[in-house]
Each structure stands twice: as structure tokens, then as C-alpha cells.
């Protein structure tokens, strides 16, 4: 199920700045090269996670889930001179393609990726995060949610992409799969805690927007 009209999505990309160009020779490779390239953030998304980068300034940015690298690059555009973005997947075959495109986006210094587990990264990282972005398992975001939440400054962001699945949260729960009801579980444990604000936006696939207010 397609949330947003493919109509809607296309004019919103015609008035929204274009990918430069390591972005998009990343995108191309991706649809070519590598399995699931859906699950790369693209165009209008990224570059509302550099629109947001940019607005923050963030120091410290905790990405979980690299993919490609796509949203790594988009997040990282926006951190502080001396900001540094961590990015965690289980995924080792990427790798060596994700550093080279963060050679050619000349953001080599600023990220820092790891490859293993989230949850048994995420608790060695001595770091307090201004802004986190989860995008990786859908039924690990309540653990990852609780992991990070430590290591998020007062006043600082979570971005939990993916959260209408498909439109499946949508469905009577009978016809939703589990990574749907991991979604709307998650959904609603953020929207249950009382040290948390948040805003859905209904982009791509759906992003919860929280922020820690104490």
C-alpha cells in the first residue's frame, strides 16, 4: 500500500532542492546493486534529515541502521565543525560502499561507522546525542528506543522512520504483519511517555518526530 500518491510525492520532489550529485550516483547504485533499495531514504526525505540537521546543529548524531549510507550523508551535512555521526548495522557486505561514498561526500572524518548489533553497540558508546535516527529492525525500535533515551541530551531528537509501514498500522490487526505491530506498538509507547513530545509526518513511509523534554 502506497501511504502517499505517487502524483503527490513526484510534485513535492519538482519543489524540493535536488540531490547533489554523490547523492545521486548513491541512489542510482543502490537501485542497481543492491537488494531492498526501497529501503533507502531518498530524495524528499533526505533532504528534509539535512533540513533538520541544519536547523539543530547537532555535535552528536546516533544513526541505527546504515543501509547504504544515503541518510548518513543527509544527517551528517548539518552537524557542528567539530560534530561527529555514529552509524550502526548488522550488515557487513555494504560497508566498504558506504565508506566510499562518505570518502566522495568529504564526510569521511565526521562519521564514524560501526558494524555489529545495535543493542550491543549502543551501551559502549560514551556519547550524549543530540539527535538520533532509528531505521533499521522495526521490531527492535521500543528496545532502541529505550537504549538511546539515556544518551539524548534534554531538548534533543528522536527520528523513527518507517513508523506507518506500508500503511499496514492502518489495518484491522488480523491483517497486519509483525513488523506492523511493532510500529503501532511503538507508536503508542512514545505517545504513553510523559517525558516525551512527538509529531507524525506523513513523508515516505512515515516518520515520528520525539523530542525529550525532560
Known amino acids: 500500500m502506497d501511504v502517499i500518491p505517487a502524483a503527490v510525492n513526484a510534485f513535492a520532489e ?4 535536488p540531490e547533489n550529485d554523490v547523492l545521486h ?3 542510482r547504485e543502490t537501485y542497481l546493486k ?3 533499495p526501497h529501503m533507502l531514504s531518498g530524495h524528499l526525505q533526505g533532504q528534509l534529515l539535512s533540513m533538520i540537521s541544519h536547523m539543530l546543529r547537532p555535535r552528536r548524531i546516533l544513526e541505527i541502521g546504515t543501509y ?3 541518510s548518513a550523508i543527509c544527517l ?3 552537524l557542528t565543525t567539530d560534530g561527529l555521526l555514529y552509524t550502526l548495522d548488522i550488515n557487513e557486505e ?3 560502499m558506504c565508506k566510499r561514498y562518505f570518502r566522495e561526500a568529504g564526510l569521511e572524518h565526521k562519521i564514524r561507522q560501526q558494524i555489529g548489533t545495535a543493542a550491543g553497540i549502543i551501551p559502549q558508546l560514551n556519547e550524549t546525542f543530540d539527535l538520533v535516527f532509528i531505521d533499521a529492525d522495526k521490531q527492535g525500535y ?6 538511546v533515551w539515556e544518551k539524548l541530551r534534554p531538548g534533543g531528537f528522536i527520528l523513527a522512520d518507517n513508523v506507518l509501514y506500508h500503511g499496514e498500522v492502518l489495518n484491522d ?3 497486519q504483519s509483525a513488523n506492523a505491530k511493532a510500529m503501532l506498538g511503538f507508536c503508542e509507547k512514545v505517545k504513553a511517555d510523559a517525558h516525551a513530545e512527538q509529531v507524525l509526518l506523513t513523508i515516505r513511509d512515515g516518520l515520528l518526530m520525539i523530542r525529550k523534554i525532560r
Open 14 to 17: 519538482k519543489y524540493t532542492s
Open 34 to 36: 543492491v537488494e531492498q
Open 76 to 78: 551528517a551535512q548539518g
Open 94 to 96: 555494504r560497508e566498504e
Open 173 to 175: 490487526p488480523s491483517q
Open 142 to 147: 521500543a528496545n532502541y528506543f529505550d537504549l
Open 68 to 70: 547504504t549510507g544515503y
Open 25 to 27: 550516483r548513491l541512489h
